[in-house]
């Protein structure tokens, strides 16, 4: 976003003030119901402007993320790997935006692990450096960085793992 751009949100979600969680709830369920009738460029619009409204939470950033890259990114809807491997980008983008905005690295690692093994095991396909082997490589990397940053879930997964 431009400075402009981000200074009007900012605006927007202050002068929501407390109604600010349902008003994003409402601007989310827009945005995906836009997003499920093919209208991309106006459901991606009302979904960052939930964002806008709660910049903080970290179950609309990860349900953004989610949708860039699985959802929007999948071979049922994108035929085009190199695209798929775009919305992929996109997605792992939004994961880290949502981890500095809402102050939670740790669910954020573990959530990028998530969508990597995901796309890693449903998109053999997809055009990214290194394959579905770099996708599962990268995957268990994120699970290891949640798991040193205090994830519980991470943590058991990988002792559970064993050597």
């Known amino acids: 976003l431009r400075p402009e751009q981000r200074h009007a949100r900012e605006l927007q979600a202050l002068l929501a003030g407390p109604l600010a969680p349902a008003l994003a709830s409402v601007q989310w369920t827009q945005a995906q119901s836009l997003l499920r009738r093919g209208e991309l460029g106006p459901g991606l619009h009302a979904a960052r402007g939930a964002l806008a409204l709660c910049p903080r939470s970290a179950p609309l950033w990860a349900e953004y993320a989610r949708v860039l890259a699985l959802q929007l990114g999948s071979p049922e809807r994108e035929?085009?790997?190199?695209?798929?491997?775009?919305?992929?980008?996109a997605g792992l983008a939004a994961l880290d935006e949502g981890a500095r905005a809402s102050g939670e690295p740790a669910g954020f690692a573990?959530?990028?692990a998530f969508v990597l093994l995901a796309k890693a095991g449903t998109d053999p396909a997809i055009d990214w450096p290194g394959g579905s082997a770099e996708l599962d490589r990268s995957a268990r990397e994120a699970?290891?960085?949640?798991?040193?940053?205090?994830?519980?879930?991470?943590?058991?997964?990988?002792?559970?793992a064993g050597p």
């Open 110 to 112: 573990f959530a990028r």
């Open 79 to 89: 035929p085009d790997p190199r695209r798929r491997a775009d919305w992929l980008s």
């Open 143 to 160: 699970l290891a960085a949640a798991a040193e940053l205090g994830h519980g879930p991470a943590r058991a997964l990988l002792e559970g």
